[in-house]
Each structure stands twice: as structure tokens, then as C-alpha cells.
């Protein structure tokens, strides 16, 4: 099994506030992801990192910023929640190299904004 | 563009049956193939992968999947479905820049 972890897997807030979503892996992969994931649709990749000090936006628009500073962790952090973010999120990571390396998943944080 | 398709939204099976879903995908290149599995609450869990040598791959919980390149086709089986394969299934392609994931094919099983 992955060793991957997200915290808090469920949250409910309300407007205006600031949340980070906690991402932390265990298995030193360089790789990190964020996704989004609502009902019906595919997984849309918010956010990635190829390693330290290395972060990039992925193809959805997020008002969502991300930051890696040790290989391990990969908070994602909303400034400013609105109902539009309310979401599953998703992060994964996987192994530099060859692109046969799979993406290991997290149980996934469940977000509500009232 | 790179994209991966799964027709089928919602697939209803017995116990017992066999099952297939539909994977397609549009990539120019060598694809790097991926079936994962999603149960509620949970993340997504790797089933198998394709990236090369034989056609046909095997994977965790007796699930299998063929590659056809003629096709762009990358379809999951299971000989004999159980009552916990009730699940949702993504299919996905790796580019080596980015993974793309298809919308996903909810899987009921009844008695």
C-alpha cells in the first residue's frame, strides 16, 4: 500500500477563510500532485511539483496556492474559501524516471464551503 | 490532444458475472496505460499498468486488461465479478508530462 496522507479528510467551513489541506508522503517521491475531483467528471490537476522549490499549475484555473519545501509535503493552501471550491481534493505522488511510474493517491480531502 | 475516454457512465453486473469496461485513449505516442479503482470515501488505487512487451497485463484483485493498439483501446475484465468490485474505475494515460484521466465508469454489482 501507498503511504500517502491527507489531512483533514473531511472539512466544513465557512466563506472567507483560510484553509491549507495537508498532503504528506512517506515513500521520498519526488513527484507530487493536487486534483480536483467532483461526481461524473475526470480528475482535473490543479497543482504539481517535480521536487523542492518546484511548483507549477496545472490545467484547471485554482485560486488555490501550493508551496514544497521538503520533499514530503505538499500543502495546498485557499486564501479565501467559497462555495465554488467545495470538492473533493486528491493528492498523489510517484517516482521520478520512467513514465511506466504510477500515481499513488491519498484518501482524498472532502471540502464544504457554506 | 492527449485524452482518455470511458463510454460507459454506469455499469450494472451480478455476482457471479463477467465484466468489462471500456478504456479508450487519443495519445500519438507509446501510451503508458493505467486502470485505478475508487471506493468510496477512499483515493484511487492502482489496479494495473500497461507500458509495454505483452498485450494482455494482469493486475491486483483478478483483474486483467488487453492493450489494441488498432483500437486505442485499453479495456478492464474480470472473469467472475464479486460483491466488493462495486467501485468506480478510472482509466488514465501517462504522456511522461501529465497523467490523464477518463470520467470514470461506476460499477453496481447485485446479488
Known amino acids: 500500500e501507498a503511504d500517502i496522507y491527507q489531512t483533514p479528510r473531511y472539512l466544513v467551513i465557512g466563506t472567507g477563510k483560510k484553509i491549507t489541506l495537508e498532503c504528506s508522503q512517506t515513500m521520498g517521491h519526488d513527484k507530487m500532485y493536487w486534483y480536483q475531483q467532483d461526481p461524473g467528471m475526470e480528475l482535473h490537476l490543479i497543482h504539481y511539483s517535480y521536487g523542492v522549490n518546484s511548483t507549477e499549475k496545472g490545467d484547471l484555473s485554482s485560486e488555490s496556492t501550493v508551496s514544497r519545501i521538503r520533499t514530503e509535503h505538499f500543502p495546498l493552501t485557499l486564501e479565501s474559501a467559497r462555495p465554488s471550491h467545495t470538492s473533493q481534493y486528491l493528492c498523489a505522488s510517484s517516482e521520478s524516471g520512467s513514465h511506466n511510474q504510477p500515481q499513488h493517491f491519498g484518501d482524498g480531502t472532502r471540502l464544504s464551503i457554506l | 490532444a492527449q485524452s482518455v475516454t470511458q463510454p460507459d457512465i454506469h455499469i450494472t453486473v451480478s455476482e457471479g458475472a463477467s465484466l468489462e469496461l471500456r478504456c479508450n485513449y487519443s495519445?500519438?505516442?507509446?501510451?503508458?496505460l493505467f486502470w485505478y479503482v475508487q471506493s468510496p470515501g477512499q483515493g484511487l488505487q492502482l489496479l494495473l499498468k500497461y507500458f509495454s512487451g505483452d498485450t494482455l497485463v494482469q493486475g491486483i484483485k483478478g483483474f486483467e486488461a488487453e492493450f489494441k493498439r488498432s483500437q486505442s483501446s485499453f479495456n478492464l475484465r474480470k472473469p467472475s465479478v464479486h460483491w466488493s468490485d462495486a467501485a468506480e474505475y478510472f482509466c488514465a494515460v501517462n504522456t511522461g508530462n501529465q497523467f490523464y484521466f477518463g470520467t470514470g465508469t461506476s460499477l453496481t454489482v447485485i446479488p
Open positions: 495519445y500519438g505516442a507509446t501510451p503508458y
